[in-house]
Antibody, heavy 120, light 109 residues
Framework: QLQMQASGPGLAKPSETLSLNCPVSGGTISTSSYYWAWIRQPPGEGLEWIGSVYYSGDTYYNSSLKSRVTISVDTSKNQFSLKLSSVTVADTAVYYC????????????WGQGIMVTVSS | SALTQPASVSGSPGQSLTISCTGSSRDVGSYNYVSWYKQHPGEVPKLIIYEVTKRLSGVSDRFSGSKSGNTASLTISGLQAEDGADYYCSSYANSSTWVFGTGTGVTVL
């Protein structure tokens, strides 16, 4: 059974770079069937797609975050990662890693999110 | 920008309700790649509808999806207490980007 859970520091200071990993177990990340995505949800607010990565390394980003976001994939470790630079309080959110099914065009599996608080 | 959903809708047990999801010709209007997610407070969102009308295996047939122009809709028929949750739509936009709706809180009276 697929398992994904975002991991990383739960606290970041303003202007720092937030770094999260999403190790994938129970399945391979090196498949043409899926994209791998980061999605966030500020407290009490809605979902926001941050970006996605294909196993080949191709990346796609939300235009509103593109200048600060880097998403990468490490097939040898079967995981993908998120880096968000120059964070502010507005970046405080639960960060989810998710799987996007190409033949279904939907986020069909979501990992347990991690709450990241940006505070000095 | 985010797809527009009503902030909240409510209904009595047994009734039907519909949640709208309004986008534009750049997303909902151009692609049949609208999906719907259900999220209970503090929990992970779960896929219920994909490609506008298709129910995920195991999802009750009380849930149905549709689309007209730039607006997609999720209908819950025979409303039950466990349907109370937040619901989000999502659509493929262009150039391999995706957008979510603003979310709708469903209350079962």
């Amino acid at each position: 059974q697929l398992q994904m859970q975002a991991s990383g520091p739960g606290l970041a200071k303003p202007s720092e770079t937030l770094s999260l990993n999403c190790p994938v177990s129970g399945g391979t990340i090196s498949t043409s069937s899926y994209y791998w995505a980061w999605i966030r949800q500020p407290p009490g607010e809605g979902l926001e797609w941050i970006g996605s990565v294909y196993y080949s390394g191709d990346t796609y980003y939300n235009s509103s975050l593109k200048s600060r976001v880097t998403i990468s994939v490490d097939t040898s470790k079967n995981q993908f990662s998120l880096k968000l630079s120059s964070v502010t309080v507005a970046d405080t959110a639960v960060y989810y890693c998710a799987r996007y099914l190409r033949d279904g065009d939907s986020f069909d599996y979501w990992g347990q999110g991690i709450m990241v608080t940006v505070s000095s | 920008s985010a797809l527009t959903q009503p902030a909240s809708v409510s209904g009595s047990p047994g009734q039907s309700l519909t949640i709208s999801c309004t986008g534009s010709s750049r997303d909902v209007g151009s692609y049949n790649y609208v999906s719907w997610y259900k999220q209970h407070p503090g929990e992970v969102p779960k896929l219920i509808i994909y490609e506008v009308t298709k129910r995920l295996s195991g999802v009750s047939d009380r849930f149905s999806g549709s689309k007209s122009g730039n607006t997609a809709s999720l209908t819950i028929s025979g409303l039950q207490a466990e349907d109370g949750a937040d619901y989000y739509c999502s659509s493929y936009a262009n150039s391999s980007t995706w957008v979510f709706g603003t979310g709708t809180g469903v209350t079962v009276l």
